[in-house]
């Protein structure tokens, strides 16, 4: 089986939905992500989602990188859960 599925999956529900209301915060704790993880926070938080979508924003980034060689299907979810921590700075 592909690991895709299984990360899109894990993904969605283990990441918060942001709403762009304290983007400094979410910059601050994602300035100190790895490289992957930075990516795919800029990425969620560049295209302005409506907190619906902010999810699958993370998970087709994640997917993305992932069919890109950028990122390991291994550490997928780490970089995206390491993100979603930082976007979730952004609803408080």
């Known amino acids: ?8 999956i894990a993904l969605f529900s283990a990441l918060p939905t942001p709403s762009l209301a304290d983007r ?3 910059d601050a704790c994602a300035a100190g992500l790895p490289p992957p993880s ?3 926070y800029s990425a969620t ?3 302005k989602p409506a ?14 990188m992932v069919r ?3 990122l390991s299907p291994l550490k997928a979810r780490s970089a995206a859960e390491a993100a979603g ?3 979730a ?3 408080k």
């Open 1 to 8: 089986m592909r690991p895709g599925p299984i990360i899109a």
């Open 38 to 40: 930075q990516q795919i």
């Open 89 to 91: 700075l952004i609803t």
């Open 51 to 64: 907190p619906e979508a902010a999810r699958s924003i993370v998970v087709a980034e994640t997917k993305r």
């Open 85 to 87: 921590r930082c976007l």
């Open 68 to 70: 890109a060689g950028v």
């Open 24 to 26: 400094a915060a979410g």
């Open 45 to 47: 938080v560049a295209s």
